[in-house]
């Protein structure tokens, strides 16, 4: 009768490669909405975990008995998995920054709505910037440049190789300010002609007084905002393509800063 038998050490090498995957797709934009059920969320995890499992067995990654040792490096595996999916996530955030910029001017502000793909509140421009970078990650085939990063990562940070250290902080540092300039540059257009509209009134609203100036400002701003909007969309998908398109680049950097 033939029994089935897993070593200790394959198990331990198993467990840690599904926190890698695991940190990563709980920490995606896409797999971090409350809308997903997290048994599918697992059952992900899972599937790339059997499918890397066979690749990395071949790495001679060492057999910790240690609790203490052990602890450090489960949160080793789960502090690169956080990394690899926050660089995909503030670059979303960025464009939903950007919409907030922009639903601000335009006066959306106070009709804040559900996102679905970050589960918070935000305005609605927003919240269309969110959906249109969205269906532009996966047009561009940019989750496979996120799967290759996965793979990547045990190759440059073996199982129990994090290490902490200066340059990964500088990169991280260098990718939170990035954060705050590709959403000023995607909105840019938007905010600027917003802001000489708001210019214009104010000059018309000193030369005619007698003009309500707020009852013919706020419905003009909205037209000449989605206007821009719609204006500024194909240097949003280039941009944004451009962005996805250099993900892996941006994975790898941080991965050999370990």
């Known amino acids: 009768m033939a029994i089935f038998s897993f070593p200790l050490a394959q198990a331990q090498i198993f467990f840690l490669i599904m926190l890698r995957i695991s940190a990563t797709i709980v920490f995606l934009p896409i797999f971090s909405s409350r809308n997903i059920p997290m048994i599918f969320k697992i059952g992900l995890a899972l599937c790339v975990s059997f499918i890397l499992f066979p690749i990395l067995t071949s790495s001679k990654a060492p057999f910790i008995i240690e609790p203490v040792s052990f602890l450090i490096g489960i949160a080793g595996e789960i502090i690169i998995g956080v990394i690899i999916g926050l660089c995909?996530?503030?670059?979303?955030?960025?464009?939903?920054?950007?919409?907030?910029?922009?639903?601000?001017?335009?006066?959306?502000?106070?009709?804040?709505?559900?996102?679905?793909?970050?589960?918070?509140?935000?305005?609605?421009?927003?919240?269309?910037?969110?959906?249109?970078?969205?269906?532009?990650?996966?047009?561009?085939?940019?989750?496979?440049?996120?799967?290759?990063?996965?793979?990547?990562?045990?190759?440059?940070?073996?199982?129990?190789?994090?290490?902490?250290?200066?340059?990964?902080m500088e990169q991280f540092m260098k990718l939170s300010c990035n954060m705050f300039i590709i959403a000023i540059k995607i909105g840019s257009p938007i905010i600027v002609a917003l802001l000489l509209t708001s210019v214009a009134f104010g000059l018309i609203a000193r030369t005619v007084p007698q003009m309500n100036i707020f009852i013919v400002a706020m419905p003009l701003k909205i037209v000449i905002g989605m206007l821009f909007l719609a204006l500024s969309l194909p240097f949003l998908s280039n941009y944004l393509r451009e962005l996805f398109n250099g993900l892996g680049n941006t994975i790898l950097l941080l991965l050999n800063a370990m």
């Open 88 to 168: 995909v996530r503030l670059i979303f955030a960025a464009v939903q920054l950007s919409g907030q910029l922009v639903g601000f001017q335009m006066g959306f502000a106070i009709a804040n709505v559900m996102d679905p793909v970050t589960s918070s509140h935000s305005s609605i421009i927003a919240q269309l910037n969110n959906l249109i970078a969205l269906m532009i990650f996966l047009a561009v085939n940019a989750h496979h440049l996120l799967l290759q990063g996965m793979v990547e990562s045990f190759r440059l940070v073996p199982l129990f190789g994090f290490s902490f250290s200066n340059s990964l």
